[in-house]
């Protein structure tokens, strides 16, 4: 099984920057997608952003303009950079792995693999 690790979330104000990172554990040769969704208790998990193999991305409508999702191959690991955040950002993060030649699903269910999360709280 593919691990995925988050890392770089924290507590910013209103305003602030993040840069949240997923590291897989291992070079992942076949065609695949990563995907960044959220999550706030007693809600439905929410797509984020998404980046294809082949390098496109998709957002949420909400952060478009403000969050930049991208990969780096050769550390196996892809990154979700965070601008001009909103308390309504507020939720934990999740990355997860899809093994497919599509674009990034927006259904949490198409995934195969998930990270444990990482929390992101914006203050007012």
């Known amino acids: 099984q593919v691990q995925l690790i988050e890392s770089g979330g924290g507590l910013v104000q209103a305003g602030g920057s993040l840069r949240l990172s997923c590291a897989a554990s291992?070079?992942?040769?076949?065609?695949?997608?990563m995907g960044w969704f959220r999550q706030v208790p007693g809600e439905e998990r929410e797509f984020v952003a998404g980046?294809?193999?082949?390098?496109?991305?998709t957002y949420l409508d909400s952060v478009k303009g403000r969050f930049t999702i991208s990969r780096d191959d050769a550390k196996n690991t892809v990154y979700l950079q965070m601008n001009s955040l909103k308390p309504e950002d507020t939720a934990v993060y999740y990355c997860?792995?899809?093994?497919?030649?599509?674009?990034?699903?927006?259904?949490?269910?198409?995934?195969?693999?998930w990270g444990r999360g990482t929390q992101v709280t914006v203050s007012s």
């Open positions: 997860a792995i899809y093994f497919g030649r599509f674009a990034p699903p927006r259904r949490p269910t198409d995934y195969d693999y």
């Open positions: 291992e070079r992942i040769d076949s065609n695949y997608a």
């Open positions: 980046i294809s193999w082949s390098g496109g991305s």
